[in-house]
């Protein structure tokens, strides 16, 4: 039986244009999750991390405005926060289509830890935005690393690289029984300290984790759902081509020669990489539309080793 853990994307909840409503979010929850449930009817073993970027926006944001009412949680907190609200999302949406495809399996989601290493560069140079835009710096918190936009003043915060997945083994033997959601928004950084494994605040890339989940459970498969068909070489360019079938040096060629851009394709094609470098089968990088073509290697990008 073969195993896939399946990355979903930020527009898997929330589309361009929407405010983000709980009705909006699981309609949209109900397209993506009708073709994994179709997966799942096949008999794969199914485990799925999902993107966190805009919920925890949004929960920073009623922070900012509950604050002098409310006392204000850590960021890493927020994160954990979302990972029960979507994973909750998610598990409502899958359940309700297995039940009416006449499967019957347990979701559960595993709020999940990742450890990270207080020494990583990321630390050092904070590059990953998150919450409201502030008209000024002023009044905002000392330890906070700001940054100026456009569209005003934001914080960033670092952005390191996934170590160790604390709950593996329970992800692992959870999912020989029922379909498991985790990871969510690339986990709960944490790190050891001397009272053991505390929260820090930071943003985990989600392809990340999920390619270190990956191999670190030795799944068969890694699926990174996005909002594009196909990986492109010269994207958004008049000599603009989509990648079907390739090899994993081929791939790496693309990549040095600068085609998948940091913040858009880039940390998709890294955690690609390192998955099928350290034993893994297969890497699919398409739509949720395409999923069991691409499946079936019939669409979108698939990645092998040779």
Known sequence: MKT???????????????????????????????HIANLVKQGFKIIITHGNGPQVGNILLRQEIAKKKVSPLPLFVCGAESQGMIGYMIQDALYDKLHKKRVDIPVVTIITRVVVDKKDPAFRNPTKPIGPFYKEKKGLPREWDITKTTKGYRRVVPSPDPKKIIEEETIREASKKAIVIACGGGGIPVFKGARGYEGID?????????????????????????????????????????????????????????????????????????????????????????????????????????
Not at 208 to 227: E, G, M, N, P
Not at 229 to 250: A, C, E, F, R, T
């Open 202 to 306: 930071a943003v985990i890339d989600k392809d990340r984790a999920s390619s270190r989940l990956a191999r670190d459970i030795k799944a068969d498969y890694l699926v990174i759902l996005t909002d594009v068909p196909h990986v492109y070489i010269n994207y958004k360019k008049s000599n603009q081509k989509k990648i079907g079938k390739i090899n994993l040096h081929d791939l790496k060629y693309y990549q040095k020669q600068g085609h998948f851009l940091p913040g858009s394709m880039g940390p998709k094609i890294e955690a690609a990489i390192k998955f099928l470098e350290k034993g893994g089968r297969n890497v699919v990088i398409t739509d949720f539309n395409s999923l069991e073509k691409a499946i079936a290697g019939n669409a979108g990008t698939v990645i092998s080793k040779f």
């Open 4 to 34: 896939f853990v399946i990355a979903l994307g930020g527009n898997a909840l929330l589309r361009a244009g929407q405010k983000g409503t709980f009705k909006e979010q699981l309609q949209n929850l109900n397209k993506v999750v009708d």
